[in-house]
């Protein structure tokens, strides 16, 4: 069966300081990939999607990038994070044909101070 | 773009209560889905509808896919206590990504 995976499940970290969210995929191939972020009692804002490896699409611009380096590994980085880019982070996957919904997985609390 | 308005944005539950929610779109999608999300998790996929006029139940919830195929409900009956949480709507429209509502806050009478 496939599996999301998605980490840190916390993070604190000052203004200035860079960042790297993990997200890994298990038991599918080639899936299409998704950040989003969520403020507190908010709605979803997609970030950044993937449908490939180094394939990377951006829906927002921002002080975050994201990465794809392989086919089930999502990674989204900041150089240097603002106090703005403080939320909720969730990685989601679904499978290429598109059919079905996302999977999200637990989601990454981020708090910049 | 595509745009979903899901409503009400917050709604209070008093146990044994139904209790129902809504998104229209301004376009029409050929999925809907419905999700939920407890306080520090991710979203999990409720009920997902493929057809017009399609109406899907999961335990007590049902969801309903308007014939314009513009709009869903989920409706909630017999609410208890564990059903507090954020609802999210989301549809698709052929070939895209999901657009997903600004999500209905559900929760408990004081």
């Known amino acids: 069966s496939q599996t999301i995976h998605q980490w840190p499940a916390t993070l604190v970290q000052p203004v200035g300081s860079p960042l790297s969210l993990e997200c890994t995929v298990e038991?599918?191939?080639?899936?299409?990939l998704y950040w989003y972020r969520q403020a507190a009692g908010r709605g979803l804002q997609l970030l950044f999607y993937s449908v490939g490896i180094g394939q990377i699409s951006s829906e927002v611009p921002q002080n975050l990038s994201a990465s794809r380096p392989q086919d089930r590994q999502f990674i989204l980085s900041s150089k240097k994070l603002l106090l703005s880019d403080s939320g909720f982070y969730l990685c989601?996957?679904?499978?290429?044909?598109?059919?079905?919904?996302?999977?999200f997985g637990s989601g990454t609390r981020l708090t910049v101070v | 773009g595509q745009q979903l308005n899901q409503s009400p944005q917050s709604m209070f539950i008093q146990e044994g209560e139904d209790v129902s929610m809504n998104c229209t779109s301004s376009?029409?999608?050929?999925?809907w889905l419905w999700y939920k999300q407890d306080p520090g998790e991710g979203p999990v996929l409720l009920i997902a509808l493929y057809k017009a006029g399609e109406l899907t139940s999961n335990g007590r919830l049902t969801a309903q896919f308007g014939i314009t195929r513009k709009d869903s409900f989920l409706n909630i009956s017999a609410s208890i206590p564990s059903d507090v949480g954020i609802y999210f709507c989301a549809g698709r429209a052929a070939g895209n990504k999901l657009t997903f509502g600004g999500g209905t806050r559900v929760l408990v009478k004081p």
């Open positions: 989601a996957w679904e499978e290429d044909r598109g059919l079905y919904g996302y999977t």
């Open positions: 038991g599918t191939s080639n899936p299409n």
């Open positions: 376009s029409i999608f050929n999925t």
